[in-house]
C-alpha cells in the first residue's frame, strides 16, 4: 500500500529505489567477502604448507590462482546484472508514467518515452518554455552503453562501440573488457536516475495541482 500523501508514481520511484540501494549493497558485499575469505584462506593453508619456505609458499599459492579469478569474475558479474537492473527501474517507472498520466505515445525507447512525457507537460501546460527538457539528464552515456552491451552481448553500431570504448578509457571504474571494477559507478548512476526521475514526476504532477 502506498504512503499517503504520495503519487503512485513518486511511491514506486522511492520503493524501488531503497529496495535497490538493499540489494546492491547487499549482493556485492556477499561476493567480495566470499572472494576475501578464500583468498585468507588460501594465503593460510599455502603458509602452513610452506613452513617459512618461499618456494614452497608460491608453488602451493598458485594452486588456488583459478578459483581466485572465479571469485573475482563473480564479483564482476554481479555488478553487471545489478547496472541492468537499475535501468530496469528507470525503464519501469518512465513507462509508468505514461499509464499513470494517461500519455499517448507509441514510444519504446526510454529517450523517445522522456521526450514523450516532456510533450504531453508542454501541451497541458501551454508552456512555450522549449527547453525544459534540459532540466532533466538522461542517464549518462558510459551507463547507457555499457547496459546495452551486458544486455546484448554486443552494440550494433560502429559509432557506439566507439564511443563506449573511448568513454571507458576516460573512467577508472571500468576495466579494459568493460567491468566494472567500483561498485560506486553502478550507485552513483541509480542516484542519477532517481534524482531525474523525481524530477519529472515534480513536473507532471504539477499539472494536476
Do not use: W
Request: charged share 30%.
Amino acid at each position: 500500500m502506498f504512503a499517503k500523501g504520495r503519487s503512485n508514481v513518486k511511491a514506486m520511484i522511492q520503493d524501488q529505489y531503497e529496495i535497490l540501494v538493499e540489494m546492491i549493497r547487499h549482493i556485492d558485499t556477499i561476493y567480495q567477502n566470499n572472494a576475501s575469505d578464500f583468498e585468507q584462506e588460501a594465503n593460510n593453508y599455502a603458509s602452513e604448507a610452506a613452513n617459512g619456505d618461499m618456494d614452497v609458499y608460491n608453488s602451493v599459492r598458485q594452486l588456488f590462482v583459478d578459483e581466485e579469478f572465479r571469485n573475482e569474475f563473480k564479483c564482476y558479474e554481479a555488478r553487471k546484472m545489478l547496472l541492468c537492473m537499475v535501468f530496469s527501474y528507470y525503464e519501469s517507472v518512465i513507462n509508468e508514467m505514461v499509464c499513470y498520466y494517461g500519455v499517448n505515445t507509441k514510444a519504446k525507447n526510454p529517450s523517445d518515452i522522456i521526450k514523450a512525457l516532456y510533450k504531453f507537460y508542454k501541451e497541458q501546460t501551454a508552456t512555450q518554455k522549449d527547453n525544459v527538457i534540459d532540466i532533466v539528464d538522461e542517464p549518462s552515456e558510459l551507463a547507457r552503453l555499457l547496459r546495452n552491451k551486458y544486455m546484448h552481448g554486443r552494440l550494433a553500431k560502429d559509432e557506439d562501440r566507439k564511443q563506449l570504448s573511448e568513454l571507458s578509457l576516460n573512467d577508472d571504474r571500468i576495466g579494459c573488457v568493460y567491468y566494472i571494477k567500483d561498485l560506486s559507478f553502478v550507485t552513483e548512476t541509480l542516484e542519477g536516475i532517481k534524482g531525474n526521475l523525481l524530477k519529472i514526476e515534480e513536473l507532471l504532477s504539477s499539472i494536476s495541482k
